[in-house]
């Protein structure tokens, strides 16, 4: 991923030659974002930031950078700094990088690795040792491994992988083939066997990974004949403390006569089907399905909309009580919560849209029925989420007034009290001194000025509070 948020100030660091701040961008950013903005640098901007850093934080966001990025860097580098570089990622991101690499690329940097010891006329290192026999141990391996698996291999490779399920008297259940008119449900497949699994299905690989990133949007793609409908789903995750619910991406692909569901957790709407909680359903229908698919995951919205609210309103109850920090913090993860949901309801609508537009499901009655239930559910949950989210906007700049407000009277009591406190003081402060003063030597000073000190006391009292100044 590349970010050029930083481009300008990046290059103005460089044409001031303003190192030290480069060094401490880099040090003080995680590697990841640090790569991030860096690879929307050209690659001689790039390696001119990096020769200046410490070679292990160099290796480091190196390793974070996009494959192509790497590809267009190491095109600029001497051998020698391509060795530093590689020697000094890990072995995990060191694999993943030869790997990514096509033959020839492989090739060109295992010799740069074997002639290490020509070009400094000594042994070759340890180090540069080990990782070249790393490398020839994942050319043995890619090699063999181009040799092509039959289709029961294949099945029996990725068997642990996929869920085949058929509906019988309305009901889902699971076999043992694929076959026209089942649901192959896949979750979180390992990335190893995606190729295997796309081989299998005669499907693109980049339908299967678009529908397992969580920042995928919802669209419809077609190539050759399998149509990919990604659909953006509410889900609610309990361990995460923070954001309760957000939003997913759910591949629903349409190919050989049956239906295919991706998606990286379990738990999602589809499970709704498998665990038979939706009635009237039939995979030999697949339009019909992925109509239902689609409508069940919009009520699913409504749901968790209203839960959302009724926390909110919870939460309300407890600031009016007590205002803490820890409830204000509750409530903005709300918002963010139903930001998700407005953005992913919207880009679901687009995504019914273009469905319609491109004829991708054949409409009778009945599928235009639940089509028309889709836009009915999904402009109410975009209409209840922009409600409930300006509700909280407002409600959180209130509490944000009432607090402050109620700083600011916590402020004018204390002073107030202060400055009462400060009159007695005074008065006692004057007449301690080590000199001549009046009354000193009258039997009764010490009550005198006693009273003299709390009648001014009780008279800045009275004085404050006709001003209203001691009133929280």
């Given at each position: 991923m590349k970010n050029p948020?930083?481009?300008?100030?990046l290059?103005?660091?460089l044409?001031t030659h303003?190192i030290?701040?480069?060094q401490?961008?880099?040090d003080n950013?995680?590697?990841?974002?640090?790569?991030?903005f860096?690879?929307?640098?050209?690659s001689?901007?790039?390696?001119?930031i990096?020769e200046?850093?410490?070679?292990?934080?160099?290796?480091l966001?190196f390793?974070?950078?996009?494959?192509?990025v790497k590809l267009?860097?190491?095109?600029?580098?001497?051998?020698a700094?391509i060795?530093?570089?590689?020697s000094?990622?890990?072995?995990?991101n060191?694999?993943?990088?030869f790997?990514?690499?096509?033959q020839?690329?492989?090739?060109?940097?295992?010799?740069?690795?074997?002639q290490t010891g020509?070009d400094?006329?000594s042994?070759?290192?340890e180090?540069?040792a080990?990782i070249l026999?790393?490398f020839d141990?994942?050319i043995?391996?890619?090699?063999t491994?181009e040799?092509?698996?039959?289709?029961?291999?294949?099945?029996?490779?990725?068997?642990?992988e996929?869920e085949?399920y058929?509906t019988?008297?309305?009901?889902?259940?699971?076999?043992?083939?694929?076959e026209k008119?089942c649901?192959?449900?896949?979750v979180?497949p390992s990335?190893?066997?995606l190729p295997?699994?796309a081989?299998h299905f005669n499907i693109?690989?980049?339908f299967l990974?678009?529908s397992?990133d969580?920042?995928?949007t919802?669209r419809?793609e077609?190539?050759?004949?399998?149509?990919?409908?990604?659909?953006?789903?509410p889900?609610?995750d309990?361990?995460n403390?923070?954001v309760?619910?957000?939003t997913?991406?759910?591949?629903?692909?349409l190919?050989n006569?049956y239906?295919?569901?991706?998606?990286?957790?379990s738990?999602t709407v589809?499970r709704d089907?498998?665990?038979?909680?939706?009635?009237?359903v039939s995979?030999a229908?697949?339009?019909?399905?992925v109509?239902?698919i689609i409508?069940?995951?919009t009520?699913?919205?409504?749901t968790?909309?209203?839960?959302l609210n009724?926390?909110?309103?919870?939460?309300?109850k407890?600031?009016?009580?007590e205002?803490?920090n820890?409830?204000?913090?509750?409530?903005f993860n709300i918002?963010k919560?139903l930001?998700?949901f407005?953005t992913?309801l919207?880009?679901n609508?687009?995504?019914?849209?273009?469905m319609?537009?491109?004829h991708?499901l054949s409409?009778?009655?009945?599928?235009?029925n639940l089509?028309?239930d889709i836009?009915?559910e999904?402009?109410?949950?975009i209409?209840?989420?922009n409600?409930?989210?300006?509700i909280?906007?407002?409600?959180?700049?209130a509490?944000?007034?009432?607090?402050s407000?109620?700083?600011?009277?916590?402020?004018?009591?204390l002073?107030?009290i202060t400055?009462?406190?400060?009159?007695?003081i005074?008065?006692?402060?004057?007449?301690?001194?080590n000199?001549i003063?009046?009354i000193q030597d009258n039997?009764?000073?010490?009550?005198?000025i006693?009273?003299?000190s709390l009648l001014l006391s009780?008279?800045?009292?009275v004085?404050?509070?006709?001003k209203k100044?001691?009133?929280?």
């Amino acid at each position: 991923m590349k970010n050029p948020l930083l481009v300008p100030e990046l290059r103005e660091m460089l044409a001031t030659h303003n190192i030290d701040e480069l060094q401490d961008f880099c040090d003080n950013t995680p590697p990841a974002i640090a790569a991030e903005f860096l690879g929307s640098l050209t690659s001689d901007e790039e390696w001119e930031i990096l020769e200046n850093l410490t070679p292990e934080m160099r290796a480091l966001i190196f390793a974070n950078f996009d494959d192509d990025v790497k590809l267009k860097l190491i095109a600029k580098i001497s051998p020698a700094e391509i060795r530093d570089l590689v020697s000094r990622m890990d072995s995990e991101n060191r694999e993943e990088f030869f790997r990514g690499l096509n033959q020839d690329k492989q090739r060109e940097l295992r010799d740069i690795f074997k002639q290490t010891g020509e070009d400094e006329e000594s042994a070759l290192p340890e180090a540069f040792a080990q990782i070249l026999l790393e490398f020839d141990t994942i050319i043995a391996e890619l090699q063999t491994g181009e040799e092509e698996l039959t289709d029961e291999e294949i099945a029996s490779e990725i068997s642990d992988e996929i869920e085949i399920y058929k509906t019988e008297n309305n009901r889902f259940e699971r076999v043992s083939r694929t076959e026209k008119g089942c649901l192959i449900n896949i979750v979180n497949p390992s990335k190893e066997n995606l190729p295997l699994i796309a081989q299998h299905f005669n499907i693109p690989i980049d339908f299967l990974t678009a529908s397992l990133d969580i920042d995928e949007t919802a669209r419809i793609e077609i190539e050759d004949n399998c149509t990919l409908i990604i659909a953006k789903v509410p889900y609610y995750d309990e361990k995460n403390t923070d954001v309760l619910y957000f939003t997913l991406p759910i591949g629903i692909i349409l190919v050989n006569g049956y239906i295919i569901t991706v998606c990286e957790k379990s738990d999602t709407v589809i499970r709704d089907f498998i665990e038979n909680r939706v009635r009237h359903v039939s995979t030999a229908n697949i339009d019909r399905i992925v109509l239902q698919i689609i409508l069940r995951a919009t009520m699913q919205y409504l749901t968790h909309l209203k839960q959302l609210n009724n926390a909110a309103n919870i939460i309300q109850k407890k600031l009016e009580q007590e205002s803490r920090n820890k409830q204000l913090i509750k409530l903005f993860n709300i918002e963010k919560s139903l930001v998700y949901f407005t953005t992913s309801l919207k880009t679901n609508a687009l995504m019914m849209e273009r469905m319609l537009r491109l004829h991708v499901l054949s409409m009778d009655d009945e599928n235009e029925n639940l089509y028309e239930d889709i836009v009915t559910e999904s402009r109410q949950a975009i209409e209840m989420a922009n409600i409930y989210s300006d509700i909280l906007s407002g409600m959180m700049d209130a509490f944000a007034s009432i607090i402050s407000n109620n700083l600011n009277i916590v402020m004018k009591v204390l002073t107030s009290i202060t400055i009462i406190m400060t009159i007695p003081i005074s008065v006692t402060s004057y007449f301690s001194m080590n000199v001549i003063l009046p009354i000193q030597d009258n039997p009764y000073a010490f009550l005198m000025i006693i009273s003299f000190s709390l009648l001014l006391s009780l008279f800045a009292i009275v004085f404050f509070v006709k001003k209203k100044w001691l009133v929280p």
